[in-house]
């Protein structure tokens, strides 16, 4: 059941009066899954109630929406919490905003829509042949000699490796901006791969070396267990080595730092691309995190899901400068985001988005923030 406190501030935020200090406690609370489920209820209660009256009198609203909860409590009395409809609201989530504009409730004339930008993912081969891989396609996997080494199932490479190979063969797979794909290596560790990312990889692992792989962009890995071969994902200045483990690394280019941030098992961090020295531990639920030309490695506490809900097509930021968060963005929805406001590239923001488009996302700025934009031959000029 939801405290009358947290309940309160859930109102508060739907009806765009929460202060600070209700967006702080709201975003540390929709982190919990059970809590994040809830929310739905809430919002379709709360479209549902605003579309009847077919206009935005906030009084009405909230007096519709607490008889709304109230009946539907009644309904649910007695009945196992699991099983109770379940209340919530987003902090900072925007998916309010976001479907009124789509419903063009404020009336607001409309920018020019945006068409993410299309490329292509693409393999490379050890001999420098370059292929396209078409995600809705099925299909094998051959080498540069025409040997089958696994299987194409859409959006996902399977490697089954050549157990005949003697030398080790490296592939490259590079993901563009506005793109994912899934990979299994030979060994079973699955990795999935994020926009903009490129990894080189072995086509078949060897029983004479370690499992090492080169990333650049970003990636979760899911990795087989194998005490007698260390999986080691090189990051330019960072080096991650595990047995068997799942967590997140990113190295983008354009970023100031690479971090890793375990989601479950262990693993050891070193630095300079060294195997070789003192090595840095991580526990589940700990991000470390490198300066690039930098030694020291830190190392704090963090909810994993933030790092990780890419996987699942969603975008969280917590604390997030305006400047990461338009990286992101055009990295999911490969598009380019102008930002003549630089003062804002450093303003803090809290923010989750799921299914909203790149359009949703800049209304929900714009209104939230009093950000202004244009949109100028498919690019965006914040002013």
Not at 55 to 83: C, H, W, Y
Not at 138 to 147: F, P
Not at 244 to 270: M, P, Q, R
Not at 284 to 312: C, H, L
């Amino acid at each position: 059941m939801i405290l009358p406190e947290t309940e309160n501030r859930i109102l508060k935020y739907l009806t765009n009066e929460a202060s600070a200090d209700d967006l702080d406690f709201l975003s540390d609370w929709i982190l919990v899954s059970e809590n994040e489920s809830r929310f739905e209820a809430y919002v379709k209660i709360y479209f549902e109630t605003m579309l009847a009256m077919n206009e935005p009198d906030t009084d009405k609203i909230k007096k519709k929406l607490l008889e709304e909860i109230k009946r539907d409590k009644r309904k649910t009395s007695g009945a196992r919490f699991q099983n109770m409809l379940k209340y919530a609201a987003v902090a900072v989530l925007f998916l309010t905003i976001g479907y009124l504009y789509q419903i063009d409730f404020f009336g607001k004339k409309k920018n020019e829509a945006l068409v993410p930008g299309e490329a292509q993912i693409t393999i490379t081969m050890d001999n420098g042949t370059v292929e396209s891989l078409d995600p809705n396609r099925k299909g094998k996997v051959k080498d540069a000699k025409g040997n089958v080494v696994g299987n194409q199932d859409k959006g996902k490479l399977i490697y089954t490796g050549n157990p005949n190979s003697k030398e080790l063969v490296y592939n490259t797979l590079h993901v563009p901006y506005g793109k994912r794909f899934d990979l299994v290596l030979s060994d079973g560790t699955r990795v999935f791969l994020n926009s903009g990312t490129t990894m080189r990889y072995p086509v078949t692992f060897h029983k004479d070396r370690d499992r090492t792989v080169f990333l650049e962009g970003e990636a979760y890995f899911e990795v087989t267990k194998d005490d007698g071969h260390p999986f080691v994902v090189n990051a330019d200045e960072m080096n991650v080595k595990v047995l068997g483990t799942k967590f997140n690394v990113s190295h983008y280019l354009e970023d100031s730092s690479i971090n890793t941030v375990l989601v479950e098992g262990a693993v050891e961090l070193h630095n300079k691309g060294s195997l070789s020295g003192e090595a840095v531990p991580l526990e589940p639920g700990f991000k470390a995190e490198m300066n690039k030309g930098d030694t020291e490695i830190s190392i704090e506490k963090v909810n994993t899901r933030v790092y990780t809900a890419w996987i699942q097509g969603k975008l969280i930021f917590r604390n997030s400068s305006f400047r990461q968060i338009r990286q992101t963005l055009e990295r999911k929805y490969n598009i380019k985001i102008h930002n003549g406001n630089k003062n804002l590239d450093e303003q803090l923001f809290d923010a989750t988005f799921d299914i909203e488009s790149i359009d949703q996302i800049l209304q929900s700025f714009s209104k939230s923030y009093a950000i202004t934009y244009k949109i100028i031959d498919n690019e965006v000029i914040i002013e």
